[in-house]
């Protein structure tokens, strides 16, 4: 399950960085097998005074074959498949109590939603860019994943948060092959270290 891969993947790229820099304070939004509303996550992110955020996700797509990693910043999506990771990632909102109030009136499924808030959310593009770029990078060239490249799409989870962020698509489980890779200890390292060395660039 897609819950169970990126919590496995965030402790490893929270003790990568707890280890490697003594100075830098790492908050997981989550530790265990509990859900976080997406607001919720990007309060912890805010009230901590966070420099960065970053937002660990496993893609789906009703097409077997697609495969590969893409990390994601907020902005408008560009085209139809961005704008469906982002519809898919943000219809998680459907299980929080209050959710249209919570969210001002938002829809995840209207295109028009995701123009309004985009519009919001300019402030830290150029730096969630360049850890978005050393991702890709990295998983490309270390982990030797498939790189989809780096994108923009309106995401809920980092509408709210007031540092650069990211959405990193770790890859497919619905690729039988892909979903056998993110279930392993092993891939799970190879991607949490990729994280850890675009984290340090």
């Not at 997406?38 to 966070?50: G, Q, V, Y």
């Not at 499924?109 to 919001?120: A, D, K, P, R, V």
């Not at 959405?167 to 991607?191: C, H, M, W």
């Amino acid at each position: 399950k897609e819950k169970d891969i990126v919590l496995s993947v965030a402790l490893k790229l929270g003790n990568y960085i707890i280890s490697n820099f003594e100075d830098v304070r790492v908050i997981y939004t989550r530790s265990d097998d509990t859900f976080v509303s997406l607001d919720e996550r990007a309060e912890i992110a805010n009230k901590n005074k966070a420099d960065l955020f970053i937002s660990i996700h496993a893609n789906a797509s009703p097409k077997s074959f697609s495969y590969g990693t893409e990390t994601f910043v907020m902005g408008e999506a560009s085209n139809t498949s961005n704008f469906e990771v982002a519809k898919l990632e943000n219809s998680v909102i459907s299980f929080e109590e209050n959710y249209e109030a919570k969210y001002e009136g938002f829809d995840p499924s209207s295109i028009e939603s995701y123009i309004i808030f985009s519009l919001l959310q300019h402030t830290h593009l150029d730096q969630s860019l360049k850890i978005a770029g050393n991702i890709q990078d990295q998983f490309r060239e270390k982990a030797k994943r498939f790189d989809r490249g780096v994108k923009q799409a309106g995401f809920l989870v980092l509408w709210k948060t007031t540092m650069p962020g990211v959405l990193v698509e770790l890859g497919f489980i619905s690729n039988p092959e892909e979903e056998k890779y993110l279930a392993t200890d092993l891939g799970q390292d190879y991607l949490a270290s990729a994280l850890f060395r675009a984290f340090r660039d």
